[in-house]
């Protein structure tokens, strides 16, 4: 199939973006650069640097795309809370502007980089894709705006459409012949490769964001899931896709670590101490997000194969060291 692959200089998306073009697939990356890298690119994809808003130049009426995957966007929960309205602009009103393209163009899917954000403080864990959606932070609710764009999509214009809930994302796709591919992010905000950055001796220290959260050890809890069976996911995708649907898929191993069990295992990969100083809550940060993953089992037929935060942060740090410190 010929793809177009939005924000496929990023990390989740320059991932996808090498499985595509291993399963045989042409890919095109769409990246404006702003929070990517160019050398993230795989080296096979056609680039085009330009902004989410103007994927009409790439998407036209004789474009012959079969799908769009759909990665741009902004990521961090805290930030979307203080800046709400570059989070609005990028994650909805830009998305918007690609939508309004793939209908143009007349490209039949499109698989949606979503968030398990969207669910907020669940009643219940795990999570299925049943659960109440009420977004704690404004990240979560501009994802969740664009997910309910795309079933209205799907319904009066009949996309096929699919968006993967993500829980958090670690690890890194390591290659023999060495175009390996990891986390970066500028100011960087996510906790594994926090903990790389002060066991490689850039940062002092690391913080914990609340230690009084109804969890077995006060810290928050999370269910990590490999980039590489998260890429892996969005392959499927694309195969289930069905006209005038909407399908929505939880993805995480249905396993939680709270923030002190994730240091204690980057500690035991890096030989590291890691200094850890306890910090205020985050706005918007829920207690517990563990994912069922039972749908995307049953019809995606999907199932995690490094599902262990010794998977995760081993292969991240490989990629830290060699690419990154």
Known sequence: MKLLVTGGAGYVGSVTSRLLLDAGHDVTVLDNLSTGFREAVAPDATFVEADLADAGTVLTAGSGFDAVLHFAGLIAAGESMTRPEIYWDHNVIRSLRLLEAVRAAGVPKLVFSSTAAVYGNPSELPITEGAVKAPTNTYGATKLTFDHALT?????????????????????????????????????????????????????????????????????????????????????????????EHRIYNLGTGSGFTNRQVVEVAREVTGHELPVEIAPRREGDPASLVASSALARAELGWTPQKATLHDMIGDAWTFYRTHVA
Do not use: M, W
Not at 174 to 203: C, S, Y
């Open 152 to 244: 209205s999509e799907a319904f009066a214009h009949g996309l096929a459409a699919v968006s993967l809930r993500y829980f958090n994302v670690a690890g890194a796709l390591i290659r023999p012949e060495g175009q390996d591919v990891g986390e970066r992010h500028d100011p960087e905000t996510h906790l594994i490769p926090i903990a790389l950055q002060v066991a490689a001796g850039k940062r002092e220290k690391l913080q914990l964001f609340g230690d009084d959260y109804p969890t077995a050890d006060g810290t928050c809890v999370r269910d990590y899931i490999h980039v590489e069976d998260l890429a892996r996911a969005h392959l499927l995708a694309l195969d289930a896709a069905v006209a005038k």
